[in-house]
């Protein structure tokens, strides 16, 4: 029986049940079940787009880490490197609830999960050679300090390999405050190749805070950051390289759920890349697939596959038979 390709990308995080609920929870609204992960949904991106992506953390030896599991695995992301919280650890779980329009609330037990347990010994087994991308975010880190010696061991080991380094900051008030998350995020983004941050999540990573937002670019590629990609929502996003700086606007299309759009936008630059292609197509690749992820609800359930990236290009009522 021959072996199944190594992945070329490692995601490294929590993936959790996610109770999804379609009106006020405490009115009794009918909820979804299904599983949700900023590193899993670029994970899951990335393998619709034709990659091997791989993904690492703990889940509990419950029916919630078997269904995080089993989705991940229907969705071609290999998870041979995951755990079963050997501690009985439970998996985490979220909950959703639409409230206004697109405004979503998002509620959150994890305290004391199996994700938040994640050691480095968990992930380094799973870097190779053959590992081209490894990808990481600032959620996992604030979990717990194990996690975070995980992520950052990680990210230094990863170096060591040649391979390519990605953060997406992703700053989650809910975990910690920006001084606790300066702390931790500071040396992390030092082991970057490629960071992915919001404007405002700047000043997490930047040796002074203070600089506008230009000159924290500029200071950060200086340091040794190849790329840094700025995302703006509606706005867009850019990325700036030694080479200059390059915007892309969004996308138009309808809204329907904005949770995961942040994550289809990072799986879509990083296939372009792993594809070879040049600063302007990755920001293109990036921008489509957060279009898609926007149009659906769910948080990666609307993700693309390499054949769907031209639908948003055919005009508006056309029917495809």
Same mark, same amino acid.
């Given at each position: 029986?021959?072996?199944?390709?190594?992945?070329e990308?490692?995601t490294?995080?929590?993936?959790?049940?996610?109770?999804?609920?379609?009106?006020?929870?405490?009115?009794?609204?009918?909820?979804?079940?299904?599983v949700?992960?900023?590193?899993?949904?670029?994970?899951?991106?990335?393998?619709?787009?034709?990659?091997r992506?791989?993904?690492?953390?703990?889940?509990g030896?419950?029916?919630f880490?078997?269904l995080?599991?089993?989705?991940l695995?229907?969705?071609?992301?290999?998870?041979?490197?995951?755990?079963?919280?050997?501690?009985?650890?439970?998996t985490?779980?979220?909950?959703?609830?639409?409230?206004?329009g697109?405004?979503v609330?998002?509620?959150?037990y994890r305290a004391g999960s199996?994700?938040?347990?994640l050691?480095a010994?968990?992930?380094?087994?799973?870097l190779?050679?053959?590992v081209?991308?490894?990808h990481?975010?600032?959620?996992?880190?604030?979990?717990s300090?194990?996690a975070?010696?995980a992520?950052?061991?990680?990210?230094?080991?990863?170096?060591?390999?040649?391979?390519?380094?990605?953060?997406?900051?992703?700053?989650?008030a809910r975990l910690?405050?920006?001084?606790?998350?300066?702390?931790?995020l500071?040396p992390?983004?030092?082991?970057?190749d490629?960071?992915?941050?919001?404007?405002?999540?700047?000043q997490?990573?930047?040796?002074?805070?203070?600089?506008?937002?230009?000159? =924290?670019?500029?200071? $950060?590629? %200086?340091q040794? *950051? @190849?790329?840094v /990609?700025i995302?703006?929502?509606g706005? #867009?996003?850019?990325?700036?390289? =030694?080479?200059?700086t $390059?915007? %892309?606007?969004? *996308? @138009?299309?309808? /809204?329907?759920?904005?949770?995961?759009? #942040?994550?289809?936008f990072?799986a879509?630059?990083?296939?372009a890349?792993l594809?070879?292609?040049?600063?302007?197509?990755?920001?293109?690749?990036?921008?489509?697939?957060?279009?898609?992820?926007?149009?659906?609800?769910g948080?990666?359930e609307g993700?693309?596959t390499?054949?769907?990236l031209?639908?948003?290009?055919?005009p508006?009522?056309?029917?495809l038979r």
């Amino acid at each position: 029986m021959s072996l199944a390709p190594s992945p070329e990308v490692l995601t490294v995080g929590e993936t959790m049940a996610a109770l999804r609920a379609t009106g006020r929870v405490r009115l009794g609204a009918p909820m979804e079940l299904s599983v949700a992960g900023a590193e899993a949904n670029v994970a899951i991106g990335l393998a619709r787009l034709g990659h091997r992506a791989g993904w690492i953390g703990r889940v509990g030896d419950d029916e919630f880490g078997q269904l995080v599991l089993r989705t991940l695995r229907a969705e071609q992301v290999a998870v041979e490197h995951a755990r079963i919280d050997p501690d009985g650890r439970p998996t985490g779980l979220l909950t959703r609830e639409g409230r206004i329009g697109d405004l979503v609330r998002v509620g959150y037990y994890r305290a004391g999960s199996a994700g938040s347990a994640l050691r480095a010994e968990d992930v380094l087994p799973a870097l190779t050679p053959a590992v081209r991308v490894l990808h990481l975010t600032g959620i996992t880190p604030a979990l717990s300090p194990t996690a975070a010696d995980a992520v950052l061991t990680a990210a230094r080991r990863a170096r060591e390999l040649g391979t390519t380094v990605s953060l997406d900051l992703n700053y989650r008030a809910r975990l910690w405050d920006p001084e606790q998350a300066r702390a931790v995020l500071l040396p992390l983004a030092r082991s970057a190749d490629v960071l992915f941050a919001s404007a405002d999540e700047l000043q997490l990573v930047s040796e002074n805070p203070a600089l506008p937002e230009g000159e =924290a670019v500029a200071a $950060l590629l %200086a340091q040794g *950051r @190849r790329e840094v /990609v700025i995302t703006r929502g509606g706005d #867009g996003a850019s990325v700036s390289t =030694a080479a200059g700086t $390059l915007a %892309a606007a969004a *996308r @138009r299309v309808p /809204v329907v759920d904005v949770v995961g759009a #942040g994550d289809a936008f990072v799986a879509g630059y990083l296939s372009a890349l792993l594809d070879g292609l040049d600063p302007a197509a990755r920001l293109e690749r990036a921008v489509t697939t957060g279009a898609f992820a926007v149009t659906t609800r769910g948080d990666w359930e609307g993700l693309p596959t390499r054949e769907d990236l031209t639908l948003l290009d055919q005009p508006a009522g056309t029917t495809l038979r």
